[in-house]
């Protein structure tokens, strides 16, 4: 698809519906304005109902309808839902969950990244598609496997993972003594004779050693990549030109996802703000809130997050993002499923598109009569009437069909995003409350309250060219991060425990923030995480919660703020600021207004529940809230209002062309 400009599209399930309903399934879909349609993720027992009985004539029926009514196919690898015969087959295929419990038939998912004879399937049945349909001129795009990771299953603890442990650890370390001497084994008498005497780190009497934990923790992320990369291998050989890509998860962390998308040419994401909202939202006022539209940054941090992962690849581009599965009314899975605004679905995908997004695909075309998701909404109902999922996607259509093109330029501000740190404080997190993940997403939020467009980045990635970068969560600085930052000519702010710990989870000599003070002279004497009630004060302007260090600053550094005990509350050595603690959102607001206008970084207030972002010329803004808001503030004068009003009912969107 050559044409990258913004399109629709859905997930649909021709196995689950009679075969005279499919050609007015593809018509009607058309008729929405849909152009990209993603099948076959989940249909290896129809495919192979047995071994090398291949029954693919419905598929490429299927394949066939589609294709004549003009829509594009994302064609997915059945790889998620392997069928019954094989696990008969291989039994010890399935993952060991951390109790040792191994997993069962009868959802999905059911399969171990390290399981060699499941990795051989996963390549046969993979070549099978790939061969069939590689070079047909409906498939625009291919889809390995389906969300990895899904229902706890990056982390198994079963013997393939032991025996590819061991081996992944020796061509790491080389020797057991550097192994021994990396992770500190002579702590409880932990040394191993050789590679064979490493376990996995479960089932341990207390909590086994972090250095263990992270590396377990790598490995298996490695597994994901090793697993995707010989798929995409497979595919390549067989469908030159097309896109490969993966559906990845929200608010998920359990594999590096930037080292899975080098492989990709898409990073495409599944999108469930409700869902998620009730599963990760702040407390319970912010969910009653936003119960019907999602948290108001959650959707925008993965937009950006994943345009980075589609980055990995070539640095010049903006980054190739789609969302795979837009939720389209209520779901199934969280602990309450809200029915979103009248009006959400529409708003979810114009801010997709707002942050890049190449293809909104919607999840499902018709709801399920049967099975796990028989409460999950369609664009249909069962009854195959339309539901308001489907009216808000034609309305889409129709109003992107009028909108100017636009493209993604790179934004001003940074935001550093990492994996291994985020698993770095789930080993040892020293407070119950702290989570790397929540903590980058309170600093992305803090920067879109001040309406800024924000580029998420690897570290390591280069940062030239912002004027502002932000590292609220980077426990292991790399020498290639160290270098980024020390050539950025921007303003950084980092956040605490910055280089706190070595890639083998050690404190690091001489203290932290270790290479960090090549840039800022400060050393971390004494850390302690706080107990909810409690806080530290820093004057009027907000507290310190969760986490506040003891920073010593050598000569050259100043103190810009203290806490109501006398220690530095945030430090600063020419453009680098340090943050000696977990700023709760008054004092964060300060810091990042702050540092905006240190770097001369035009802000705007978003006001409540209002959100913005510029693609190109054109600024979309948004209303999360349950109440009608005014937007002038965002709307420059002499700008031209393409969509919506200057004010914003529930759900509203404008789009606006800026002079
Ligand atoms: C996703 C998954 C879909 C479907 C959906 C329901 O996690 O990829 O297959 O289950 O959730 O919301």
Redesign the pocket.
């Known amino acids: 698809m050559a044409d990258r400009s913004p399109t629709l599209g859905v997930c649909y399930y021709p196995e689950h519906w009679p075969r005279d309903m499919w050609e007015h399934d593809a018509a009607r879909m058309v008729e929405c304005g849909i152009t990209v349609v993603r099948i076959g993720e989940?249909s290896w027992s129809r495919i192979e109902p047995s071994r090398d009985d291949f029954q693919f004539e419905w598929l490429d029926d299927a394949v066939e309808v589609l294709a004549k009514a003009g829509l594009n196919i994302v064609m997915g690898t059945p790889t998620a839902t392997p069928p019954k015969w094989l696990v008969d087959e291989m039994p010890d295929m399935v993952a060991v969950d951390a109790q040792g419990n191994p997993r069962k038939f009868g959802s999905r998912r059911h399969y171990d990244f390290s399981h060699i004879g499941f990795r051989v399937e996963s390549r046969r049945i993979t070549e099978i598609f790939a061969k069939r349909y590689g070079e047909h001129p409906a498939i625009i795009a291919w889809q390995t496997d389906?969300?990895y990771g899904?229902h706890d299953t990056t982390m198994s603890y079963s013997d393939a993972a032991r025996d590819g442990f061991r081996v992944w650890l020796a061509a790491r370390y080389g020797t057991v003594d550097a192994l021994n001497e990396a992770w500190g084994n002579i702590f409880w008498s932990m040394e191993l004779a050789s590679f064979e005497d490493a376990e996995l780190p479960n089932l341990t009497v207390t909590e086994p050693n972090p250095a263990h934990v992270l590396d377990f923790r790598r490995y298996s992320s490695d597994q994901v990549v090793a697993f995707n990369r010989e798929q995409v291998d497979i595919i390549r050989a067989h469908s030159p030109g097309r896109d490969v890509l993966h559906?990845f998860?929200q608010h998920y962390t359990e594999f590096d996802h930037f080292d899975v998308s080098v492989d990709l040419d898409v990073a495409t994401w599944?999108s469930?703000p409700i869902?998620m909202l009730e599963r990760h939202g702040r407390d319970a006022a912010w969910k009653n809130w936003y119960m019907r539209a999602g948290d108001p940054d959650s959707q925008a941090f993965h937009h950006d997050l994943y345009r980075a992962c589609g980055r990995v690849k070539d640095r010049s581009q903006a980054g190739r993002m789609w969302v795979m599965?837009q939720?389209p009314g209520p779901?199934?899975?969280a602990p309450w499923n809200p029915d979103p605004h009248p009006g959400m679905v529409r708003l979810w995908t114009h801010e997709a598109i707002a942050h890049g997004a190449e293809v909104v695909s919607y999840?499902r075309w018709r709801q399920a009569p049967f099975a796990q998701?028989q409460f999950?909404a369609g664009l249909l109902r069962p009854d195959d009437t339309e539901d308001r999922g489907y009216d808000e996607a034609a309305q889409v259509a129709l109003e992107l069909a009028d909108l100017p093109k636009a493209q993604t330029t790179r934004a001003k501000v940074a935001l550093v995003f990492d994996y291994a740190s985020i698993w770095a404080t789930e080993i040892q997190p020293q407070g119950a409350d702290y989570d790397g993940f929540t903590l980058a997403l309170e600093w992305y939020s803090a920067l879109r309250r001040q309406g800024q467009n924000i580029d998420i980045v690897r570290p390591g990635e280069a940062l030239d060219g912002y004027s502002a970068v932000f590292v609220p969560h980077l426990l292991m600085v790399s020498d290639k991060a160290s270098v980024t930052f020390e050539n950025c000519d921007g303003h950084i702010v980092f956040g605490s425990r910055t280089g706190s710990r070595t890639e083998h989870h050690r404190i690091p000599d001489g203290l932290p923030p270790g290479p960090l003070r090549a840039l800022i002279d400060i050393k971390i004497n004494r850390v302690e995480s706080l107990r909810p009630a409690h806080c530290h004060l820093v004057g009027n302007t907000g507290s310190l919660v969760k986490w506040a260090e003891q920073v010593e600053a050598g000569r050259g550094v100043d103190v810009i703020a203290e806490t109501a005990e006398g220690h530095p509350a945030r430090l600063r050595q020419g453009k680098v600021d340090y943050i000696a603690g977990w700023p709760d959102e008054s004092l964060l607001d300060g810091i990042i207004s702050d540092t905006l206008d240190r770097a001369g970084i035009e802000r705007i207030e978003t006001g409540d529940d209002l959100r913005v972002r510029d693609r190109g010329n054109l600024r979309t803004i948004v209303n999360y809230g349950p109440k009608p808001r005014d937007t002038a503030h965002l709307i420059p004068s002499g700008a031209k209002v393409l969509v919506g009003e200057a004010t914003l009912g529930v759900a509203g969107v404008a789009i606006v062309e800026l002079p």
């Open positions: 989940f389906n969300e899904c559906n998860m599944d469930y869902g599965e939720q779901v199934n899975w999840f998701e999950h």
